[in-house]
């Protein structure tokens, strides 16, 4: 048998629907009780896993379309911020420039070239496999306890998906490169026997 394609909310809301032996959805508009229970829940707990780790998968760099008109700041220039982007710097040529945020709009005295790197959410086709597990297991929890009102097992889920997000935080941040490459790494010039002090 296939594994079930978990690409979508639906799609992972109902996977832990089923698997604590509620019924699945259509949609987060309807009415009956699992919908309602996801869709007031949903975003609190996808979002507490999202805030929980810079992960390297939601990093983005995007190139800013410049906003017409006055910024009525004593910036000169506003560019647009793409939906659901949030921006930790902006830089033009590589090198960081000075910025403001204002509502949707970065502020800068820059004419042209702005790009802007930050953390966005991927749609959910793209996250990491180990990631949407621990998500289904996260709502796993939540319908143990709001609807099944089995609290000693959705103890144990919640501990599972704890266990999941360690491992996967682990495995992202072995992804990381060092910041600079060319530098040598104390502890291998140790090992070779090469006095760094």
């Known amino acids: 048998m296939a594994a079930q394609a978990l690409n979508s ?9 089923t698997a604590t032996g509620n019924e699945p959805i259509t949609s987060l508009e309807d009415a009956d009780s699992q919908s309602v229970v996801s869709a007031a829940n949903w975003e ?13 998968w939601t990093l983005t760099t995007r190139r800013l379309n410049r906003v017409a008109g006055d910024t009525d700041t004593t910036w000169t220039t506003a560019w647009q911020v793409p939906d659901g982007v949030e921006v930790d710097r902006v830089e033009v040529g590589g090198r960081p ?10 502020l800068t005295n820059e004419t042209e070239g702005v790009v802007a790197i930050g953390r966005w959410r991927p749609p959910v086709r793209s996250w990491p496999p180990l990631f949407k597990t621990a998500i289904v297991m996260r709502l796993e929890a939540l319908f143990l306890r709001a609807m099944n009102e089995d609290f000693a097992a959705a ?20 992804k990381h490169s ?14 070779r026997g090469k006095n760094l002090g």
Do not use: C, Q
């Open 178 to 191: 060092p910041r600079k490459p060319s530098s040598p790494s104390a502890l291998l010039e140790a090992r």
């Open 155 to 174: 103890d144990t889920r919640d501990k599972d998906a704890d266990r999941l997000i360690r491992l996967g935080r682990h495995a992202d941040s072995r």
């Open 44 to 56: 609190a707990v996808v979002g507490a896993e999202f805030g929980s780790y810079p992960w390297s």
């Open 9 to 17: 909310d639906i799609d992972l809301i109902n996977a832990a629907l």
């Open 97 to 106: 420039v000075p910025w403001e945020s204002m509502s949707d709009l970065i």
